[in-house]
Nanobody, 116 residues
């Protein structure tokens, strides 16, 4: 079992920045890679970015270059740095950890609202 706890969401004005954190606990050595997803109101959940234990990253084509995924293995934490935020970035952001093709875990989600 893997537990994920996200933090760092909130209300920010357009052009602002946020850094989301996802702390993993439990059987962390089984994790193959972790990632961030987001779900905007009325839309399906979509991939934002993933990062492997070795630090290799992958971003969805739709994700702006304003977003950067990173990790701190010593803290078992993955981050999503979001800069120059826009209203269309408003969504619930979820952390995901993949152990195997048939086994993955989700955090509870953190709300990001970009509004003036």
């Amino acid at each position: 079992q893997v537990q994920l706890v996200e933090s760092g969401g909130g209300l920010v004005q357009p052009g602002g920045s946020l850094r989301l954190s996802c702390a993993a606990s439990g059987n962390i050595f089984s994790i193959k890679y972790m990632g961030w997803y987001r779900q905007a109101p009325g839309k399906q959940r979509e991939l934002v970015a993933t990062i492997t234990s070795g630090g290799s990253t992958n971003y969805a084509d739709s994700v702006p270059v304003r977003f950067t995924i990173s990790r701190d293995n010593a803290k078992n934490t993955v981050y999503l740095q979001m800069n120059s935020l826009k209203p269309e970035d408003t969504a619930v952001y979820y952390c995901n950890a993949v152990v195997a093709a048939w086994e993955n875990y989700w955090g509870q989600g953190t709300q990001v609202t970009v509004s003036s």
